[in-house]
């Protein structure tokens, strides 16, 4: 198998002028705060559509010949290879057809159709969606356009790491966030031919993470099961074309909690101003997550992507809260007796935390009969006031029990 190289970028990266944008680079003080050095933050979230996949969706689509692109093209995505593939088929004058699977956030399914594609559902995973995209093809004679499996869409993903390497031409680690793995192996073909002091990193969802047993045993291995709040790389397993380049050329893959997840979304849209769906910001997670100067700087992280429905980023605010010790839900058991409610708020409102909510239970079957159990939802100033609350509760008689606190 023939590896993309640097001039199948950089034909790439002509190809894609007056079509994509060149993202800025920013810096990042609180991330170089945990790194114990620079990072820079990639912003691919504000790339056409909203994310990098537009590069590879349009490469993919401008080298077909005319008459295959006539036979129309169809995709399978989550929402960002969905959107890339409706707007190059826009641009290029072909009919897209895209199918999501069951559940894709309102938003991105409202936006493809915008782009002009027509929506199908099918399963609940990409893999089963890429699964009825392959049927579809067979039977229409359309042209599938792989969401990362394809020389051309790495290609069109590199040029992200060729922008990089005039940016910021003295980065030693690059981190990417790494689903099927077509962004990090284009990203990682233009960093190492021309930054080959930086290592290129790869950042996986740890409940989507198949390229770390998949490296192991030297070919793709497909997950039983994934569960994580990243669905743009929640991939069951690596492509044949990704994994020949990821072996090759990527340095290393790590892989990243939804809660770390969360807490970078929080950093990047409160610090940063940057807004972010799970998926891209597990690089910035992955900063987060290291001890300081196990990234060698100056550090990009991309983000690479900003679609995120709002129900979802409602949830994923609250759980960064709550991963950062901003946001405390407890469960307290209290006399059933006059005043102990207000006794409980009295000593939470000495520690200095704001109540949020308060729910107040007396007939659950696990209670006995002279005791209420109250949750109680409170904001505090991050981890150590958090701490000290609990403490607090504690050495006022109160036996707290954290609700879904990091483990």
């Known amino acids: 198998m023939r590896l993309v190289d640097l001039d199948d970028i950089r034909a790439a990266s002509r190809s894609l002028t007056g079509v994509v944008r060149l993202t800025p680079l920013v810096s990042s003080v609180a991330l170089g705060s945990a790194a114990g050095g620079p990072v820079l933050l990639k912003c691919e979230n504000l790339q056409r559509t909203g994310s990098f996949k537009i590069r590879g969706a349009y490469v993919r689509l401008a080298r077909m010949a005319r008459r295959e692109r006539g036979r129309g093209v169809v995709a399978a995505s989550a929402g960002n290879h969905a959107q890339g593939v409706a707007l190059a088929a826009t641009l290029l004058g072909a009919r897209a057809v895209v199918f999501m699977p069951v559940g894709t956030p309102i938003p991105k399914v409202e936006a493809t159709r915008g782009y002009g594609a027509e929506v199908r559902f099918s399963g609940t ?7 009825a995209a392959r049927e579809y093809a067979a039977r229409s004679d ?13 290609a069109g993903q590199g040029t992200t790491g060729l922008e990089l390497t ?18 990090v192996s284009g990203v990682a073909v233009a960093v190492k031919a ?9 950042v996986q969802a740890a409940g989507a993470a198949a390229w770390p047993a998949s490296l192991q045993v030297g070919r793709p291995q497909r997950l039983d099961r994934m569960a994580t709040l990243a669905d743009g790389i929640a991939v069951g397993c690596p492509g044949e074309v990704t994994f020949a380049h990821v072996s ?8 990243v909690s939804d809660e770390a997840i969360s807490r970078a979304l929080l950093v ?20 987060l997550d290291a001890a300081p100067g196990h990234f060698e700087p100056p550090v990009v992280a991309l983000l690479s992507g900003g679609n995120i429905d709002p129900l979802l980023l409602l ?3 609250r759980h960064g809260l709550v991963a950062a010790g901003r946001f405390l839900v407890l469960r307290v058991l209290v006399p059933d007796r006059p005043g102990s409610l207000v006794a409980l708020l009295d000593v939470l409102a000495r520690a200095g935390a704001n109540v949020a909510d308060v729910e107040h239970l007396r007939t659950e079957a696990h209670l006995h009969l002279d005791e209420v159990e109250v949750t109680v939802q409170v904001e505090t100033r991050g981890s150590e006031h958090a701490a000290q609350v609990l403490a607090m509760l504690q050495r006022s008689g109160y036996q707290p029990e954290q609700v879904g606190a990091q483990r």
């Open 268 to 287: 990047c849209l409160e610090r940063a101003k940057l807004l972010v769906e799970p998926a891209g910001a597990a690089a910035a997670a992955a900063v």
């Open 194 to 202: 021309l930054c080959p002091a930086a290592r290129v990193v790869g």
């Open 142 to 154: 359309a042209v599938l356009v792989h969401p990362f499996d394809h020389p051309d869409v790495i």
């Open 315 to 317: 949830r994923v605010l």
């Open 125 to 131: 995973t990409l893999d089963e969606a890429l699964d």
């Open 166 to 183: 005039v940016q910021c031409p003295d980065m030693r680690t690059v981190l990417v966030p790494t689903g099927g793995g077509g962004l």
């Open 248 to 255: 090759a050329r990527v340095d290393d893959i790590v892989t």
